[in-house]
């Protein structure tokens, strides 16, 4: 079998850690590296012109026939589905938190007036800046790499990445802490997408499954999908044992919208519905969010 990745380390990673599952079950899997426009737009993450810049070149390589199954980041992965396509499997989540890596190891409330902060997050900014607004928060790109180069350079006092990742690399000795804030739904979680009618590969692609983190990223994305935003908007939630927690915030930080409700079927919708009752939509503009642009590639 095929399988399609992003040509960044952090994709291929991913993507050789899902091939090995499947060598050890037997399979044959050869590794077919698609760049992506994502991975060669300069510039902010909230400028790049549509959703699911990562993810648009794969899903046309799946469905041409170039590629068998391809592996997505949840978190980047646009929550409307695309006709032919089907997330066959969610493996078993790495952390969902978001990391701050500093310098000289300094934690959030050790930071000194001032800092500057890299991340391309307005979900990230928005949630800091209500527990730091003395901090100066810088917009920046580029792979985990690059980012840490700044912090080491003394270009910015720290980063914050998604703790997932660094530890996928082998890099969990540069996280000093793990932050107290809500996620974007679905990080932390991979999900391996084929071809919706291709049920000999969808049948071995479930001895992947992970049936918790499958319940816990589908309502995180319903609660996305459901308040109309993307990864432009400052929209987090996360699944977490019993409960599935999301939250709505300003730009600036001083405004909120939070709600908890018990992680079941439906949690998403709940979730959205309450956020609205509370006036999610005055928080912040949820419509101000990037249409998807998959059916330029398709």
Known sequence: MRLGTRASTLAVTQSTWVADRLRALGHEVEIVTIRTRGDHERGSLTRLSGLGVFA???????LRGEVDLAVHSLKDLPVDPVPGLVIAATPERESPRDALCSRDGLSLAELPKGARVGTGSPRRVAQ????????VFVDIRGNIDTRLSRVTSG???AVVLAAAGLRRLGLAGRITEELPILPAPGQGALGVECRAGDAALIAVLEALEDADT???VTEERAVLAALGGGCAAPIAALGNGDELAAGVYSADGTRQARAEVPLIPGAGRTAASRLLALGADDVTQLDATRASRLAEFH
């Open 155 to 157: 270009d910015l006092d």
């Open 56 to 62: 648009a070149e794969l899903r046309s390589a799946l």
């Open 128 to 135: 800091l800046r209500a527990l730091r607004p003395d901090l």
């Open 214 to 216: 499958r319940l816990a």
